[in-house]
Nanobody, 124 residues
Framework: QVQLIESGGGLVQAGGSLRLSCAAS????????MGWFRQAPGKEREFVAA????????YYAGSVKGRLTISRDNAKNTVYLQMNNLKPEDTAVYYC?????????????????WGQGTQVTVSS
């Protein structure tokens, strides 16, 4: 079973930046698409970004496009989420997930393994 460990969350002022990391326990990670999702208090989990197995295809939610960038380093079994120009509405717990397919998807039920989440708080 793949284990995913997120890190890099924290408290930042509006306009600031954070970089989240998600390390996978299995080498087979490199064959699969990865995604980032987030859940704010009182809201449903929502899609943020996804990346194909090779990193050649990326896909973003409209609300984050141009501010957040997903990338991966298969040599390190790690996927990243660079977050710039953060806004208070970006405050949420951020989760990474592995999809049992090399192709991207925005649908959470198509992802098979999830990390424990990392808190991002953006103050105004």
């Amino acid at each position: 079973q793949v284990q995913l460990i997120e890190s890099g969350g924290g408290l930042v002022q509006a306009g600031g930046s954070l970089r989240l990391s998600c390390a996978a326990s299995e080498r087979t990670f490199i064959n699969y698409a990865m995604g980032w999702f987030r859940q704010a208090p009182g809201k449903e989990r929502e899609f943020v970004a996804a990346i194909s197995w090779s990193g050649g295809i990326t896909y973003y939610a409209g609300s984050v496009k141009g501010r957040l960038t997903i990338s991966r380093d298969n040599a390190k079994n790690t996927v990243y989420l660079q977050m710039n120009n953060l806004k208070p509405e970006d405050t949420a717990v951020y989760y990474c997930a592995v999809r049992g397919s090399p192709d991207v998807s925005r649908w959470s039920d198509e992802y098979d393994y999830w990390g424990q989440g990392t808190q991002v708080t953006v103050s105004s």
